[in-house]
């Protein structure tokens, strides 16, 4: 069983940046796909950017230049750095794991963090 634990909420002017975190709880961390999702207010869950267990990641074109996700697998930690954070960017991250196939859609992770609540104020 893999348990992951995110970071508490902030907040943050457009223009500034957020750092979140997921700790990860398991024996097969290394071997797994872990992702951050994003939910809108009123939409739905939607990818951010993966990172498979070879290292390589992937991002939505809507933060690609601004999201960096990364992993320090000696300590079991997942990050998600948010740089350049504009209003679009408010809602609730969630990092994901999946044993399974790498991608970008919820219904394929079935590990999930409780969630992150950002907003980013104009």
């Known amino acids: 069983q893999v348990q992951l634990q995110q970071s508490e909420g902030d907040s943050v002017q457009a223009g500034g940046s957020l750092k979140l975190t997921c700790s990860v709880f ?62 679009e960017d408010t809602g609730i991250y969630y990092c994901a794991a999946t044993p399974w196939v790498c991608t970008m859609v919820s219904s394929d992770f079935n590990y999930w963090g409780q969630g992150t609540q950002v907003t980013v104020s104009s």
């Open 26 to 87: 398991g024996s097969i961390y290394s071997s797994y796909c872990m992702a951050w999702f994003h939910q809108s207010p009123g939409k739905d869950r939607e990818g951010v950017a993966n990172i498979d267990s070879d290292g390589s990641t992937n991002y939505a074109d809507s933060v690609k230049g601004r999201f960096t996700a990364s992993q320090d697998k000696a300590n079991n930690v997942l990050y998600l750095e948010l740089n350049n954070m504009q209003p």
